[in-house]
């Protein structure tokens, strides 16, 4: 059974629409790269499953619950999480004082949620006492993907990472995400190197104006672009 299921999703920004129509399913573990032009909607999609933007119509079912219109807490709770574009890393903190403060006020669960962090990501480990800001901007990007892993998500967005990197760097970015999907966790992709994330992904939705334009098996996708 799917891990997210979205039926008929419609979503306005006061009069204009922003997505019309919106249905794919994600099978639980799987990567699914969004790709379409400048304000296609990627970025309300993303905005929209994380309950940043409420849609006006359609359901949103995550792990057979549905999170259509809940508020961004409640759904991280039930397994997703969103990475927004940019670094959500504090520079002056540490490694550890960042995978720390996704977990506050929860010792017990912390300590396990870390152990796990550090195993996926063990670069993480070697420079848990370093300021955060000293750490390259791929590993920046890791550990905010460790950051959001520690609360156990199923499933991440992952909003543009690679933006304004190096190449060097967005292997990185790249090689998280496949530690991450190693672990079990699905990724929702929404990414400028359409080729790279296509070889990273399972499975391709392209949007167009707000619509569904195609989706299909990652592999199918080079010739709809
Ligand atoms: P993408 O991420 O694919 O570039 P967006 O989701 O950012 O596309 O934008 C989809 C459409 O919604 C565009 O027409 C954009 O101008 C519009 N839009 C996005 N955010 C807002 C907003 N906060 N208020 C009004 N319109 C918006
Ligand atoms: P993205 O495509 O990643 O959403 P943009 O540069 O289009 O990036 O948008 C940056 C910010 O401006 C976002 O918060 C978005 O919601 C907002 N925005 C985008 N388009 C519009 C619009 N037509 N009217 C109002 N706000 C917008």
Same mark, same amino acid.
């Given at each position: $059974?799917?891990?997210?299921?979205?039926?008929?999703?419609?979503?306005?920004?006061?009069?204009?629409?922003?997505?019309?129509?919106?249905?794919?399913?994600? #099978?639980?573990?799987?990567?699914?790269? %969004?790709?379409?032009?400048?304000?296609?909607? !990627?970025?309300?999609?993303?905005?929209?499953?994380?309950?940043?933007?409420?849609?006006?119509?359609?359901?949103? /079912?995550?792990?057979?619950?549905?999170?259509?219109?809940?508020?961004?807490?409640?759904?991280?709770?039930?397994?997703?999480?969103?990475?927004?574009?940019? &670094? =959500?890393?504090?520079?002056?903190? $540490?490694?550890?004082?960042?995978?720390?403060?996704?977990?506050?006020?929860?010792?017990? &669960?912390? $300590?396990?949620?870390?152990?796990?962090?550090?195993?996926?990501?063990?670069?993480? =480990?070697?420079?848990?006492?370093?300021?955060? =800001?000293?750490?390259?901007?791929?590993?920046?990007?890791?550990?905010?993907? *460790?950051?959001?892993?520690?609360?156990?998500?199923?499933?991440?967005?992952?909003?543009?990472?690679?933006?304004?990197?190096?190449? !060097?760097?967005?292997?990185?970015?790249? /090689?998280?995400?496949?530690? *991450?999907?190693?672990?079990?966790?699905? %990724?929702?992709?929404?990414?400028?190197?359409?080729?790279? *994330?296509?070889?990273?992904?399972?499975?391709?939705?392209?949007?167009?104006? =707000?619509?569904? *334009?195609?989706?299909? #098996?990652?592999?199918?996708?080079?010739?709809?672009?």
């Amino acid at each position: $059974t799917d891990l997210l299921k979205v039926r008929d999703l419609d979503v306005q920004y006061g009069p204009a629409v922003a997505l019309r129509d919106v249905s794919f399913d994600l #099978p639980p573990n799987s990567a699914l790269a %969004v790709l379409g032009p400048n304000g296609a909607g !990627k970025s309300t999609l993303a905005r929209t499953l994380s309950g940043l933007v409420p849609p006006v119509r359609g359901s949103i /079912e995550l792990d057979g619950r549905n999170i259509a219109g809940r508020s961004p807490e409640y759904i991280r709770r039930t397994g997703l999480v969103h990475l927004p574009e940019g &670094r =959500g890393v504090f520079a002056g903190l $540490t490694v550890l004082e960042n995978l720390r403060m996704a977990t506050m006020g929860d010792r017990r &669960r912390r $300590t396990e949620s870390l152990n796990r962090a550090l195993e996926i990501f063990p670069v993480l =480990g070697e420079r848990a006492g370093q300021a955060a =800001g000293t750490l390259s901007g791929g590993e920046q990007q890791m550990l905010s993907l *460790a950051r959001a892993l520690m609360v156990n998500p199923r499933l991440v967005i992952a909003d543009e990472m690679s933006l304004g990197l190096a190449p !060097k760097m967005v292997d990185v970015v790249f /090689e998280s995400l496949q530690r *991450a999907r190693a672990a079990g966790v699905a %990724v929702l992709m929404i990414e400028q190197f359409a080729t790279r *994330a296509l070889d990273f992904a399972d499975r391709c939705l392209i949007l167009q104006r =707000g619509r569904v *334009a195609w989706t299909g #098996p990652a592999d199918d996708a080079g010739s709809e672009l």
